[in-house]
Antibody, heavy 119, light 106 residues
């Protein structure tokens, strides 16, 4: 059974940093692209970032480019999202998701982790 | 690529047939996916590549379209279908989602 478990959320100061983790199990992690998607309170889904199975290719939404870094540790089957320069509009529930190759849809999602940004 | 869903909200009754549309600002071939989300839960994949049902998704859900115009149709609404639905294009990185369509019980 595929499982994705996010951690590392919480409260950060404006301009501060947080590092989210997503521990994966139940599939060949190193062969699968992954992504982070967020949802601000009461709002819709927003793609944040994606990474290839090897980690050699990444992409970002314009809203986070230059501030967030997606990475992965295939030996420990863990996905990361390093967030710096946090702003109020980064407050959201962050989901990690497993991407299916080829058609690229997100077929499995974690339960989500909340990030709050406030002074 | 901008994704625009319509309507933003929809009221319907059990047994109704409902249709949600999604329009892309550029052609996305058939790299168009649909997700269902219930309050407090993670999104769930329903349909990928425009018309392919994910495993376990009831056949009353149907997707269609190519290029810029897509539809999600629920043939006979069931009580568990009242939720918010999102389209997503994965043709060009970064992915983009529609703003969502909230399906409410009439």
């Amino acid at each position: 059974e595929v499982q994705l478990l996010e951690s590392g959320g919480g409260l950060a100061l404006p301009g501060g940093s947080l590092r989210l983790s997503c521990e994966a199990s139940g599939f060949s992690f190193g062969k699968v692209a992954m992504a982070w998607v967020r949802q601000a309170p009461g709002q819709g889904l927003e793609y944040v970032a994606g990474i290839s199975g090897s980690g050699g290719s990444t992409d970002y939404a314009d809203s986070v480019k230059g501030r967030f870094i997606i990475s992965r540790d295939n030996s420990n089957t863990t996905l990361f999202l390093q967030m710096r320069g946090l702003r109020g509009d980064d407050a959201a529930t962050y989901y990690c998701a497993k991407r299916v190759g080829g058609w690229r849809h997100l077929d499995c999602w974690g339960q989500g982790i909340k990030v709050a940004v406030s002074s | 690529i901008q994704m625009t869903q319509s309507p933003s909200s929809l009221s319907a009754s059990v047994g109704d047939k409902v249709t949600i549309t999604c329009r892309a600002s550029e052609r996305v071939s058939t790299y168009l996916n649909w997700y269902q989300q219930k309050p407090g839960k993670a999104p769930k994949l329903l349909i990928y590549f425009s018309d392919k049902l994910d495993n376990g998704v009831p056949s009353r859900f149907r997707g269609s379209g190519s290029g810029t115009d897509f539809t999600l149709t629920i043939m006979s609404l069931q009580p568990e279908d009242f939720a918010t639905y999102y389209c997503q294009q994965t043709y060009t990185a970064p992915d983009t989602f529609g703003q969502g369509t909230k399906l409410e019980m009439k």
